[in-house]
């Protein structure tokens, strides 16, 4: 796929990477702050372990509902206004969470907290999409390795105010004070660059377009019945593709734990090793998956993340059915988190080549990707558990494996 870039106001090149890194790194760091006081909080507003999953589900909801309603505040405010809209309020939100003095008054700002979060998380990504058309290159792995880096910082940082007796309110005030800042930092030079323009790059080279995108008329104005074709597609491949992917990652964070302790008892050291080593092979991975597709292109690499998290899952099967050690269990683990690491930044980088071939604003693709990862990550707990329940902790590898095949069949054709 080919795409020229025209020049936008005076906008300095920096901004293109710049602008979605700070969305990013706030998204991460806001995330991962909250989850290391969640104890705490859950303490002060005394919500039994029932009443707290309640109002984590609601964040959830919120999310999903955020992931909706994201394109229609990125038509009205542009990508980079939404994003630092919803950015600013994501942040300041999470004080009323840390503040809020009863469950209640919790659950409510969680929900509203969780709309913003989905808002973010479509617009952040959709201004990645803008930034790498203009630039030429890829930019989604260093995108979401920076989240993961930025929530992995903000745990550790929460885990050491939460060791030193730091109030709550005091330590995300503060965090919320710096993401603000660094938000505040990207508006002055996006304003100083000149005149905002969200609109796709034009593109040069026809040729390089499937014949759909060659009718006469532009892709961005395409007409009902053409675009009604082309999302019937192209778009349930991505979304089956983001749905089997949550079945990949959250199981992956969430369950491996449990599987080394119960499945293989594990001790409690090795077991707590789990989510962290899969969580390192998503960092890994997505450093270097930029590189990774401007040398080898993006459906190889597709077909790599893909096969990595089969062949790991199947070898993590085996190594439950002899009853072995489990390090060789955590070696699987690790390799499952190296597979999936591409998958998301790929999905949500699929807004880029399908916003040129077929018109689709990046801000639903984007929009189609969080809703079903989020969709996902909330049923995903649900089926997991019967499963292990009835059949044994190895069904933890049994859907991360079949996760990891439905992405294997799903994701070279979302990402091509």
């Not at 920096?14 to 991460?28: E, H, I, K, Q």
């Not at 600013?88 to 913003?116: D, I, K, R, T």
């Not at 920076?146 to 910082?153: D, E, H, R």
């Amino acid at each position: 796929m080919a795409i020229g870039v025209r020049t936008i106001g005076n906008r300095p090149g920096l901004l293109d990477w710049f602008a979605p890194a700070v969305a990013f790194a706030v998204n991460g760091a806001m995330y991962g702050t909250l989850l290391t006081r969640y104890p705490e909080i859950a303490d002060r507003t005394q919500a039994s372990e029932t009443a707290f999953g309640v109002v984590l589900f609601a964040s959830a909801l919120g999310g999903l509902v955020g992931s909706l309603v994201a394109p229609a505040l990125v038509r009205a405010r542009g990508d980079f206004g939404a994003t630092l809209l919803a950015g600013f309020g994501y942040a300041v939100l999470a004080v009323s969470v840390a503040w809020a003095p009863e469950l209640l008054f919790l659950g409510l700002a969680l929900l509203l907290m969780g709309v913003l979060d989905g808002a973010h998380d479509v617009g952040m990504n959709a201004v990645a999409v803008r930034g790498q058309q203009r630039r030429r290159t890829s930019l989604m792995g260093r995108m979401h390795a920076t989240w993961s880096l930025s929530l992995t910082a903000a745990g550790v940082l929460g885990a050491a105010a939460a060791g030193l007796r730091v109030p709550v309110v005091a330590h995300v005030t503060v965090v919320t004070v710096v993401a603000v800042a660094a938000q505040v930092a990207v508006l002055v030079l996006r304003r100083r660059a000149g005149p905002a323009d969200d609109d796709p790059p034009v593109r040069t080279e026809p040729a390089a377009i499937d014949p759909a995108a060659t009718d006469p008329v532009a892709p961005g104005v395409a007409t009902g019945s053409a675009r009604a074709r082309r999302l019937r597609y192209v778009l349930p491949v991505l979304a089956l593709a983001a749905l089997a992917a949550s079945y990949v990652e959250s199981p992956g964070q969430e369950w491996t734990g449990l599987l080394l302790s119960r499945g293989l008892l594990a001790p409690p050291e090795v077991a707590a090793a789990a989510p962290v080593v899969f969580a390192a092979g998503l960092v890994a991975s997505r450093l270097v998956l930029d590189v990774a597709v401007r040398r080898f292109g993006t459906v190889p690499v597709a077909a790599v993340a893909g096969a990595t998290v089969v062949g790991s899952m199947l070898a993590g099967l085996a190594v439950t059915a002899v009853d072995a050690s489990a390090w060789w269990a955590l070696a699987a683990i690790a390799g499952a988190g190296l597979g999936a690491g591409p998958i998301f930044p790929m999905l949500f980088g699929a807004a880029d080549h399908l916003s040129v071939r077929h018109g689709i604003a990046p801000a639903r693709t984007a929009s189609i990707v969080s809703a079903l990862s989020r969709i996902g990550a909330i049923s995903a707990p649900v089926v997991v558990g019967p499963l292990t329940e009835t059949f044994g902790m190895a069904m933890v590898f049994a859907v991360m494996a079949v996760g990891g095949a439905l992405v294997l069949l799903t994701l070279p054709r979302a990402a091509h």
